[in-house]
């Protein structure tokens, strides 16, 4: 089975740019999380989603934004590109149910802004 | 205090000892806990989940919990150099495993 596929894996982007990052879930997942890695913060959760709509939300700017296909790819969005920016992001795809099962993160997009 | 915290490292011990990686977290709703590898420039990878306290074994892992504790940790026996990379412990609060807290990795070398 194909793990979760993120691209592009590497990204140069200006001050004030906006960015699009995309992210394939493994087949028949229907839920996908995002998540940033900077040195200083740490991994934080930004949002997840399933079947088209936006469950939870992390503590970050409006700037930052995502959605969700139909087949249930999803994009993020951030706009307004700030230095601080620059991170790894991550995705993560997980079957959606009662019961829980572990998050299986991607490769990642590695962000720069200059 | 952070939500999620360990012991940031350097951690180093000999080939074939036993590394204890150790974890705290505040939040005492949290229901699930996770391990993850991370190598150099590489995503991090799941090693370990539980849920219930106790210990629970897988190979060369064990992740041991203690919820009236609020503290989870991670065994690796017979460390081996392949070992050496940052340990991500995460932390459910909603019982949702995709939403986790991170606590900021505890790297440890494993040295021939």
């Known amino acids: 089975k194909a793990g979760v596929t993120q691209t592009p894996r590497y990204l140069i982007k200006t001050r004030g740019q906006q960015v699009t990052l995309s992210c394939s879930p493994i087949s028949g997942h229907r839920s996908v999380s995002w998540y940033q890695q900077t040195p200083g913060q740490g991994l934080q959760f930004l949002f997840e989603y399933f079947s088209e709509t936006q469950r939870n939300k992390g503590n970050f700017p409006g700037r930052f934004s995502g959605r969700q296909f139909s087949n249930s790819r999803s994009e993020m969005n951030v706009s307004t590109l700030e230095l601080g920016d620059s991170a790894l992001y991550l995705c993560a795809s997980s079957p959606f149910g009662a019961s829980e099962t572990p998050l299986h993160f991607g490769n990642g997009t590695r962000l720069t802004v200059t | 205090q952070k939500e999620v915290e360990q012991n940031s490292g350097p951690l180093s011990v000999p080939e074939g000892a036993i590394a204890s990686l150790n974890c705290t977290y505040s939040?005492?709703?949290?229901?699930?806990f996770f391990w993850y590898r991370q190598y150099s420039g590489k995503s991090p990878e799941l090693i370990m989940f539980?849920?219930?306290?106790g210990d629970k074994e897988d190979g060369r892992f064990t992740a041991q919990l203690n919820k009236a504790s609020q503290y989870v940790s991670l065994l690796i026996r017979d460390s081996q150099p392949s070992d050496s990379a940052t340990y991500l412990c995460a932390v459910s609060r909603s019982g949702s495993a995709r939403q986790l807290t991170f606590g900021s990795g505890t790297q440890l070398t494993v040295l021939p």
């Open positions: 939040d005492r709703g949290s229901q699930s």
């Open positions: 539980i849920y219930s306290n």
